[in-house]
C-alpha cells in the first residue's frame, strides 16, 4: 500500500482471532448444534459496527478494523481495543451454558482483505501471529498481547505468559463480587446467578477434560 508520496505504509489492523473449540466433533455428532452456532455469529453485535469488518470461515472468526488509526492518535487506538474486546464479550455472553466454548487472541499488524472477482483474499503478519498463539494457550477466553493491552482502558487483565494476558469477560461476575463484598453464598436475589455461575464452571471443566486443557481450565476457574 503506498500514500501520496508513494512511500510504502504498513496497514495497522487490530485482528480478534476466536476459535470455537470442539468444532470438529460437533460437525460430526450434532449438525444442529452448528448451524445454531452459525447464527449467533451472524447476530452478533459487532455487524451492526461500521468501523469493523468479520470473516467467518469453518471453527474460526476474523473481526479487524477497516480504517487504520493514525499512529499518535491514542484515542483511536483505544477505541478499537475496545470495542474489539466487547465483541468477544457479546459472543461470551452468547454462549454461556450451552456447553460450548472459544478460545481467542487479539493482536495488532499487518493484514489485508481484499476482494477479486470470485474470491475473498485475506493475508498478512498478524493474522499468522494470531493463528500460531491462540494454538499455544491451553485454556478458554479471550487473550490480549502486550502491544494492544497498552490501549485496554475498561477491561480486567491478568499476565498468562508469552507476553499475553488473560481478559476478564465476566464484568457481571465481578459486579456481584463488589455488590455481596465477595460474600457467597449469597441471599434469594443472587441465588440464581450464584447457581448459574457455578454450573457454568462445572460444565467448562467438563469440556476442558474432553479437548485436554483441563489444567488452563483450573487456572481460568481460578481467574474468573
Excluded at 56 to 74: G, K, M, Q, W
Excluded at 139 to 152: E, P
Amino acid at each position: 500500500m503506498l500514500d501520496r508520496r508513494g512511500t510504502t505504509v504498513v496497514p495497522t489492523k487490530y485482528i480478534l482471532y476466536i476459535d470455537i473449540l470442539g468444532f470438529s466433533d460437533l460437525v460430526k455428532r450434532d449438525s444442529l448444534q452448528v448451524e445454531k452456532i452459525y447464527g449467533v455469529l451472524d447476530s452478533l453485535n459487532v455487524h451492526r459496527h461500521d468501523v469493523f469488518r468479520t470473516i467467518v470461515f469453518s471453527d474460526t472468526v476474523l473481526v479487524y478494523n477497516r480504517i487504520d488509526p493514525e499512529s499518535n492518535d491514542a484515542k483511536a487506538h483505544e477505541y478499537i481495543v475496545w470495542y474489539s474486546i466487547e465483541f468477544a464479550e457479546d459472543l461470551h455472553h452468547r454462549l454461556t451454558g450451552q456447553g460450548l466454548y472459544f478460545r481467542a487472541v487479539l493482536v495488532s499488524g499487518e493484514f489485508q482483505h481484499y476482494a477479486l472477482k470470485n474470491i475473498d483474499c485475506f493475508f498478512g503478519e498478524a493474522l499468522i501471529d494470531a493463528y500460531v498463539r491462540e494454538k499455544t494457550i491451553p485454556s478458554i477466553g479471550l487473550f490480549i498481547d502486550t502491544a494492544c493491552n497498552q490501549y485496554n482502558r475498561y477491561f480486567r487483565t491478568e499476565p498468562f505468559g508469552n507476553d499475553l494476558h488473560f481478559v476478564y469477560l465476566n464484568r457481571s461476575v465481578e459486579s456481584l463480587q463488589q455488590e455481596t463484598n465477595g460474600e457467597l453464598p449469597v441471599d434469594k436475589r443472587y441465588f440464581i446467578i450464584e447457581r448459574f455461575i457455578k454450573v457454568n464452571c462445572e460444565q467448562m471443566i467438563d469440556f476442558a477434560s474432553k479437548i485436554e486443557i483441563k489444567k488452563g481450565i483450573t487456572r481460568y476457574y481460578r481467574m474468573v
